[in-house]
């Protein structure tokens, strides 16, 4: 994999040391390469060295926040008081908005 571009930020982490294996800067462990995917990478930082967080790199990258923490990608759950009324806290109508709706 030696003579491909490296554009994946995984490679700010590893070094490639040939024969479909990268050795991390942090611990010094060999990973394979499949078929030149950066996977295993990943997963190693992800798992081994969870602390440890990447650059984005490339136009698709967002921008970082104030923090220097990226924000979660996906939807994220509404807070608490945007959430809808139950039906419980739903009255029926009453006699007269009930014969106003032709009902």
């Known amino acids: 994999m030696s003579g491909t571009r490296k554009r994946s930020s995984i490679w700010q982490k ?4 040939g024969k479909d294996k990268a050795e991390g800067f942090h611990c010094k462990m060999r990973i394979t390469l499949r078929a030149g995917s950066t996977t295993n990478l990943h997963r190693h930082i992800r798992t081994v060295h969870p602390t440890v967080q990447l650059e984005e790199k ?14 979660p990608k996906g939807p994220t759950a509404a807070p608490a008081s945007a959430a809808l009324p139950t ?4 009255t029926p109508p009453t006699a007269t908005q009930s014969k106003a ?3």
């Not at 990258?61 to 924000?71: A, E, F, K, L, Y």
């Not at 039906?87 to 739903?90: D, Q, V, Y």
């Open 58 to 71: 490339g136009p698709a990258s967002s921008p970082p926040t104030d923090s220097g923490v990226s924000p």
């Open 14 to 17: 590893f070094k490639d040391v």
């Open 87 to 90: 039906h419980a806290s739903i």
């Open 101 to 103: 709706l032709g009902a």
